[in-house]
């Protein structure tokens, strides 16, 4: 069978969109119940120490207000078999919300109020008389450094760096060329658009219907089932749209266990929405301290490279990331030298953040690179192809594609980046300095195993089913499309349904890897039921396709034709009334290729360029210009390919510029814990973002070829923005957010 590429590869709207703008998606907070009640979390006033007293009675006497739930009432039910391990947690004991008087971070959760309304349960919260015994809370990762410890590798689900090769501090000893330098990154939150809710609907008889807000509803599922004692069958999850999660609606979160106790304890529905303070009351990017230090020749030919990095974690998980592995493999380099430790402090543990690890990683890379373009006179970008690495030498395999060189020349040129002037406040206009940067970007290229199920009927409607999540990446579109063109019917013939527990398991939407894993079970669920068709038409009477073989018809408009003669067809419709069949249904499994794996590295690349000018006097940073190069094998839909790298990139500019969770490290509590006072971009600090997807042809990454697109945009975008800085105001900035106060 050979399958047209009619909606594969063009640009296409979201076919969610329409939900969406007119308010009939509805999200995990707006699912209702009759007899709803509504939970209200208090969060601790300290960072680490004890409760010595809760005393709830003045909340108890408002009417309407049901109960308040602390660890002194929790329901028993709950930790009774607590081993389970949702698919991204670190090792550690996961947090339990309301387990002790023991206060282990700041806003901590410590109580629920449940109410008849959200109004009640709020008023309730506030009357709420708390005591704590309080200790000194330790959260300065400064002050932890010497305390790092190399984490468990067992179950973190990350790799650690690769072994040294070769002798990189004797290397770095002999280099003519040597840039030794400490690198910061502070911590981020997510800050999706849609707060964390859980609407938990009392089914009766022990069963839950459970709208929660995840990027993974069997993740969900796994916990509640296991946490409360439950049967996978008395849980289901569905939760159809989720408004951004950028990794922080990976992992099940508290007002997942409170809503569900509470429900199960009044034997009611229950919804729990936190608040955009208490956003910032769980998982974020780590803050990161890393060294780095470059050996070269006087050419800027890479001779030795060693990356360090310490983050912070909680003092319960071994939150890892992937910080400096990136390094091993981006450029040549004959030794190399990687070493990654965590330090804990009294926060909550961090969690992954869009590209966890490699925005960090590159970050420091990346400038270090160009503090060695300066101290060489290399121009950066002729720095960059001089060190281009042809294989992945951290790892010793090929990789399956890499087309970084195009998206340097490409991006280059699309970017005018032959009129940098090489000094530094070289370039100016009026009072703003000008400065041009660049920066390398690089992601996995990950594929997990993924089922979906494809479903045909005789009025030529298509049904696409999985368990995976759009969390506004255009997912939904892009099954669609794989759908429409393997079936050869229009894309509005297609639904695609997700995110419930009740379709074949796909995994979280995560890692970029969602196209290349479901995306390959739906065209397998979709070929399968091609291939049924195909058998129902050869058999009817006087088939114009009686003697063909399946490798060698085309289905395009609704119809099954023969490659070398398409006169010789059969409608799809026609085939199944004649096969009598109501339905044609197949569900596929799409697995990684273990061999694959092995040989090769799978990888995405990006080239980013940027333009900034700043105010001389008062030190203000404009991102005029962003060019993004990708290359990502093949691109499935050029709209929302687009949108993932412009969001990546505008995330990346509020890293380089705004983005920073400050903590106080006399209370060890995060201060901005709103969007007021924590700085995400605007649309007045965005101006033009080019993104150019360059030919890469792939076909070992996924069985569609695919590379996945949600992180790559976000990485290298910050150093890009820092050494354009350097470039416009001679003032090499190493802490990221870079703020005006840096600057001046
Ligand atoms: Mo992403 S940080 O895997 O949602």
Known sequence: MATTNLHVGSARSRVDGPAKVTGAAKYAGEFTAPDLAHGYVVSSAITKGRITAIDAEAALAVPGVIKVFTHENRPRTAWLDYNYRDQVAPPGSPFRPLHSDAVVYGGQPIALVVAESF????????????????????????????????????RSG?????????????????????????????????????????TVVWEGDGKLTIHDKIQGVNNTQGYVCSVFGLKPDDVRVITPYVGGGFGSGLRPQYQLFLAVAAALDLKRSVRVVLTRDQMFTFGYRPETIQTVSLGADADGRLQALMHDAIAGTSTFEDYQEAVVNW?????????????????????????????????TGIFALEVAMDELAAATGVDPLELRLRNYAERDEGENKEFTSKALRACYEEGAARFGWSRRSAEPRSMREGRELIGYGLAT???????????????????????????????????????????????????????????????????????????????????LACRSVAEQAFRLARQMDGSPLANADFAHVTFADGEIRLASDPSRKVALVEAMRAGGAEALEATETAKPSLLTNLRYAAYTHSAVFAEVRVDEDLGVVRVARIVSAVAAGKILNL?????????GVVMGIGAALEEESMLDHTLGRIMNHNLGEYHVPVNADIHDIDVLFVDEHDDKASPIGVKGLGEIGIVGAAAAVANAVYHATGKRLRELPITIDKIL
């Open 441 to 523: 970007g690089v992601w996995e290229a990950m594929m997990m195993k993924s089922s979906a199920s494809a479903r045909l009927t005789p009025d030529g409607r298509v049904e696409i089913a999985c368990s995976t999540a759009d969390l506004g990446t255009g997912t939904y579109t892009i099954l669609t499309q794989i759908a429409a063109d393997a079936l050869g019917v229009p894309m509005e013939s297609v639904t695609t349904r997700l995110s419930d527990t009740a379709l074949p398991e796909a995994p979280l939407a995560g890692g970029s890897w969602t196209a290349a894993s479901s995306g390959s079970a739906v065209e």
């Open 639 to 647: 709209k929302t390919a687009r949108s993932q790298i412009l969001g």
């Open 327 to 359: 390094s091993g493999l981006l450029y040549h380099c004959p030794n190399v030298k990687l070493g990654y430790k965590l330090a804990k402090i009294d926060t909550y543990t961090p969690s992954d953040m869009r590209a966890p690890g490699a925005v």
């Open 119 to 154: 109004e009640l349960a709020r008023h309730g919260a506030s009357l709420l008389k708390v005591t704590y015994a309080e200790e000194a809370p330790n959260t300065d990762l400064e002050k932890n450094r010497d305390a790092a410890y190399v984490p468990p590798k067992k």
């Open 158 to 198: 990350i790799k650690p760096p690769p072994d040294p090769r070769g002798d990189a501090e004797g290397a770095l000893g002999s280099a003519p060329i040597r840039i030794e330098q400490e690198y910061k990154q502070a911590i981020e939150h997510h800050n999706p658009m849609e707060p964390h809710a859980s």
